[in-house]
């Protein structure tokens, strides 16, 4: 067969594969905004549900899904960021440090619903946290730390070694040689992880079934330790356990969690790009 | 010989259990050229990086013997090494400026060791710069990224990070080798103003050069310190068979 056409034949292909990834996404998320957005207004994003969540809003689940995101980050953040720079350049090579990089790989593959049941076990009980933001946001970070700790790694990794060398030829300590050379190259990277890991948070029901969500509570959660409504149970909720729900506020539910998360995902890109562009090569 | 800026004793060296370096000797005068040369695999570079305990950051390796800066053990335990890498400054084969412009790369060392005073840091830059023949080609973008330099601007940009730490001794590892000739020759150049004020211990990228700058000459093999002589004797009327071998490039 002559080779431009087989080439061409192998463009087509990829270009196929591509429209099979593709196309689920877009379908998924037409139908949610045709089917959701007849249900959007000001009062269905700042209002209190009642009438058994059919009248109103959904305004203290995006609440309570933007503090549990939050609390997740201030949690995962700086235990994931240290965790990865222990890892990838203080730990030396022993049983040890392989048994908790096998850990990390192995937590990665764990269901959602056994990191719910954890967290109820270890923090809402044990701990005596109660079903509260705080146990709710401790299980997410769990949940995420294995993500944000192996693309950090990689993230590190993938600075090379000479960098290390130069800073302690010129008198660098290896920690400042971490702070001034290597970490502002991963950066961008290690963020990469931890957007991927705190989004998976934000549309997680699993794990907050058990520790912090509430079924119907029209209030705003005033302390840590208050239970909130939170956007993905809410649309467990809602279209499983109530009778006679109408169609469009799920589907408008679902269309804000989407948004939100997108919009999160669009702001940590930002954040990224910046730091990219920071690096200056 | 005045007493000798760095003395190397019996040391030998091994990494993964296999020996690259045996029972090598040799003094080091101060404000002079001394040139390790050989065939690669010679322990040159390695018993470079010893000399500023570099070689602590490679695991799984030994080593015995001593080496005395100015009389004292650098391997005592309790060495403040980061001290001692601003005494024995080091230039690598390939230049690799830090991300940044050519003045962070230049204070990088300065200002970990704290120093903070912008005009002592303005009168490091060019200083520095002047020393390492960079000066007239950059002063007026020190704060353009230092990527965009040249290749043999980098390799002076990077000799002059090193100076910028005002070393005692500064180590030089090939620093010509990815070089042009006149880059080259520029740099070759800055070493004989240096060895006025530093002890200059370079590894040639050839025995050309190696013969061109050397004061003292130290011959590697597989290990071994061959032969160990002034610059214009070694290369002239070599005593060592092997080293005959080498310099008149019978092999190598």
């Known amino acids: ?281 | 010989m005045v007493e000798p800026k760095i003395r190397i004793e019996n040391v030998s060296y091994s990494y993964d259990g296999k020996r690259i370096m045996n029972d090598v000797t040799l003094d080091i005068e101060a404000n002079a050229i001394t040139v390790f040369f050989g065939p690669a695999g010679g322990g040159k570079t390695t018993l470079l990086r010893l000399l500023n305990r570099l070689n602590d950051l490679v695991e799984g390796t030994q080593m015995t013997g001593r080496i005395l800066l100015d009389g004292e053990d650098i391997y005592t335990p309790g060495t403040h090494v980061p001290n001692l890498r601003r005494r024995v400054g080091m230039v690598f084969a390939l230049p690799l400026p830090l991300p940044g412009s050519i003045r962070e790369n230049v204070l990088y060392g300065p200002q970990l060791a704290g120093t903070r005073d912008s005009r002592r840091l303005d009168e490091i830059i060019q200083r520095s710069l002047t020393q390492a023949a960079l000066w007239d080609e950059v002063k007026d973008r020190l704060d353009s990224p230092a990527v965009a330099l040249s290749g043999g601007q980098q390799q002076r940009l990077c000799i002059a990070r090193s100076l910028a730490l005002e070393p005692e001794v500064l180590l030089l590892d090939e620093p010509t080798s990815g070089l042009d000739p006149i880059s080259t020759k520029k740099v070759e150049e800055s070493l004989f103003e240096l060895k006025e004020q530093y002890t200059v211990i370079i590894v040639p990228h050839s025995v050309q050069q190696a013969a061109r700058v050397a004061d003292h000459a130290a011959f590697f093999l597989m290990g071994e310190l061959v032969e160990y002589r002034s610059g214009n004797e070694i290369f002239t009327t070599p005593r060592d068979k092997r080293t005959e071998d080498y310099v008149t490039g019978r092999f190598g």
Not at chain 1, 8 to 35: H, K, Q, S
Not at chain 1, 70 to 79: D, E, F, Q, R, S
Not at chain 1, 209 to 221: D, E
């Open chain 1, 1 to 281: 067969m002559n080779r431009h056409r087989t080439q061409r034949i192998g463009y087509a292909f990829l270009a196929l594969v591509t429209l099979a990834v593709v196309a689920p996404i877009l379908v998924v998320v037409g139908i949610i905004i045709a089917r959701g957005f007849g249900a959007i207004s000001w009062e269905f994003i700042s209002a209190m549900p009642y009438d058994g969540m059919k009248e109103g809003g959904i305004f203290p689940a995006i609440v309570g899904t933007l503090l549990l995101t939050l609390g997740t980050a201030l949690a995962a953040i700086p235990v994931g960021i240290g965790g990865t720079i222990y890892l990838a350049e203080y730990a030396r090579d022993t049983w040890l440090t392989r048994c908790i990089r096998l850990a990390i790989v192995n937590l990665a593959g764990i269901p959602s619903i056994v990191y719910g049941l954890f967290g109820l076990g270890m923090f809402v009980l044990f701990m005596r946290m109660g079903t509260s933001i705080l146990a709710g946001s401790l299980t997410l970070a769990i949940m995420t730390l294995p993500v944000i700790i192996s693309t950090g790694e990689e993230a590190l990794r993938a600075v090379p070694t000479e960098f290390r060398t130069v800073s302690a030829s010129l008198g660098g300590t290896r920690w400042q040689g971490i702070r001034h050379v290597i970490l502002p190259q991963a950066l961008p990277g290690m963020i990469t992880g931890i957007i991927l890991g705190l989004l998976r948070a934000a549309g997680e029901t699993a794990p907050i079934l058990f520790t912090v969500a509430a079924f119907f509570l029209p209030r705003l959660p005033s302390s840590p330790f208050d239970q909130t409504m939170a956007l993905p149970y809410h649309l467990y909720v809602i279209s499983t356990q109530v009778p006679g729900m109408p169609q469009s506020i799920q589907y408008g539910t679902a269309l804000v969690l989407l948004a939100l998360v997108l919009s999160m995902n669009l702001v940590a890109t930002v954040i990224r790009s910046y730091f990219r562009r920071r690096r200056q090569w």
